[in-house]
Structures are given as C-alpha cells and as structure tokens.
C-alpha cells in the first residue's frame, strides 16, 4: 500500500506534459553559445554544421506552471544565447539535493569548435565531442565532458564533489574541506574553466574513433 501511494504521488508531481519543441538556428563555427539559468540536464553534442539544433523536453505539476516554463534564443550567428525563465519553488529530493516542481531537458547540438558558457541552477551538465573552449557553472548536478584528442587547459573547482581528469593537472582539497580544486595547464590549449557547487566534474578523452560524433 505505501508502494502504491508513493508510485502516485510521484506521477503526480508530472502531470502535464510532456511537451517537446524544436528550433534550430544559425551559429558560426567560431561562434559562442551561452546556456543561462538552465534548469534540468543539458546534453551538448557536437556536429559539423554551421547552427545549433535546440530540443527542449518539460513537464511540470499542471498546466498552469508548464506555461511558465519558458526557453527562448536571443543574437545571432556570432553569439547565441538561449535562456530559461522559471518559478523557482524548490523542494529537497535527497541530502543536499535540490529539485523543482517541474522537469526540463535540454538536448543541444552544436558546431564543433564553438565556444561554450553553461550557466545551470541546477541538474546534470553533459558535453560530447566539443573541442573549443568551455566555461560550465552548475550549481547543484554534476559536469561531465567527453573531449577530443588534444591539449587542454583546465581548471575545475566543486564545493562539494570529486574531480575526475584524464588530463594531467594537480588536485588538491578546496579550504572548505568538502570540495576539490584541479589544475592543468597547456600552453597553446583550449581553455576548460569548470565549476560545480554540489557535484562531480569529470573530464574524459574520447579515445576511439567510434566514439567519435558525427
């Protein structure tokens, strides 16, 4: 019987929705994209296209609140934006975990080399296959990327959370006891400025071609 109730209790907190929408527009491969006050897991893949492909997936507690969810794209091909609008009404999921009455996923492809600035409230941060520089802020969710053959310059700081690097560097334990710092730095690499308030930074190579995004 408790099984039940919790199973409902829990498909209620979703109850409208899913609600999936789909843009696509121009960035230059050079260009910079900027993910601000993101909320829900982003997955950033890289392709060999001059744009960004932008699917957006949310549910929330009722109708009301899904209507004001909102994700919208500001600039242009040099410099896009997209950004979320919200309620930030939050309730605890687990120790020292936040979540919000509602659901967003961000599923992104993007040109290559762009650059990339990630600024998330909170939820799980994924880069595959990118190879230009790379700042990610996340408040509460892990960082994870997957990065190409290639000389990196990489900084990463979390309050509380390990780091993972396939990349040479020093680590140490941040002064609050709880979190981690790592340096590495390259010459003439791509700059990687990673920051996690609750959550782990990994940062791995993509070691086979079939790992490879097309």
Not at 126 to 142: K, T, Y
Not at 169 to 188: I, K, M, N, V, Y
Request: proline share 4%; charged share 25%.
């Amino acid at each position: 019987m408790n099984t039940l109730v919790l199973l409902l209790s829990a498909s209620a907190v979703f109850a409208a929705g899913p609600v999936t929408d789909s843009h696509t527009y121009d960035l230059a491969a050079n260009g910079v994209l900027t993910i601000k006050n993101a909320a829900g897991d982003v997955s950033i893949e890289a392709w060999d296209q001059p744009r960004v492909e932008l699917t957006v997936i949310k549910s929330a507690a009722d109708t009301k609140l899904l209507d004001r969810i909102q994700v919208r794209a500001e600039g242009g091909a040099s410099a896009l934006t997209i950004v979320s609008s919200y309620p930030k009404h939050r309730r605890i999921e687990r120790p020292f975990r936040w979540s919000l009455d509602f659901n967003l996923e961000y599923r992104i492809k993007a040109p290559r080399t762009a650059k990339l600035v990630i600024d998330e409230y909170t939820g799980q941060v994924n880069v595959i296959g990118m190879s230009g520089d790379i700042r990610a802020s996340d408040r509460n969710g892990d960082i994870f990327l997957l990065m190409p053959e290639g000389s990196y310059s990489l900084r990463a700081k979390t309050g509380i959370g390990q780091i993972v690097s396939d990349f040479p560097g020093r680590q140490a334990r941040s002064p609050l006891l709880f979190g981690h710092q790592f340096t590495g730095s390259a010459e003439s690499g791509r700059r990687l400025d990673l920051q996690a308030g609750i959550g782990t930074v990994t940062v791995l190579k993509m070691r086979r071609p079939d790992l490879e995004i097309r």
